[in-house]
């Protein structure tokens, strides 16, 4: 009788698949580098909020209309005037305050590029109101 020669198997061993299946996403995971973008900070009003009155010449209105148009203290102004024209102003009168006033139909992006524009400018006090 001859001996038959065995061939090896060529089946991959699965039971250890999932260990390092696991181990490699807490590798991923754990030298992963998230990216965290620093935003404006808002103070949101809370039920104990008071209102707070502001002279007229510490405001910067900038009104946002449904057809893209923007005004600025009740001037027609350019989406890349804003933050020349905030930056002059802020440097006039270091209590400034920024309200941006949207139009309940305006687009929400031009709200946050307005908002971009004034975090490009240092304006640090904000209000975000809506026209009526």
């Known amino acids: 009788m001859k001996k038959r020669r065995q061939r090896p198997s060529t089946d991959i061993p699965a039971a250890s698949m999932s ?15 998230f990216a965290v973008e620093q935003g404006i900070p808002l103070a949101l009003p809370g039920q104990q ?23 600025l203290d009740k001037q027609p102004i350019t989406f890349q005037e804003i933050k020349p024209a905030v930056e002059k102003r802020l440097a006039e009168n ?24 004034l975090k490009l400018a240092n304006a640090r006090t904000i209000s975000l109101k809506t026209m009526m």
Do not use: C, W
């Open 19 to 33: 260990d390092i299946a696991f181990l490699l996403l807490i590798f991923f995971l754990v030298t992963t580098i």
């Open 94 to 117: 270091e209590k400034l305050v920024v309200v941006i006033e949207t139009h309940p139909d305006s687009e929400y992006g031009l709200m946050i590029d307005i908002l971009d524009e």
């Open 49 to 71: 909020s008071q209102n707070v009155k502001v002279s007229r010449k510490n405001l910067l209105i900038i009104k946002a209309y449904p057809n893209g148009s923007i005004t």
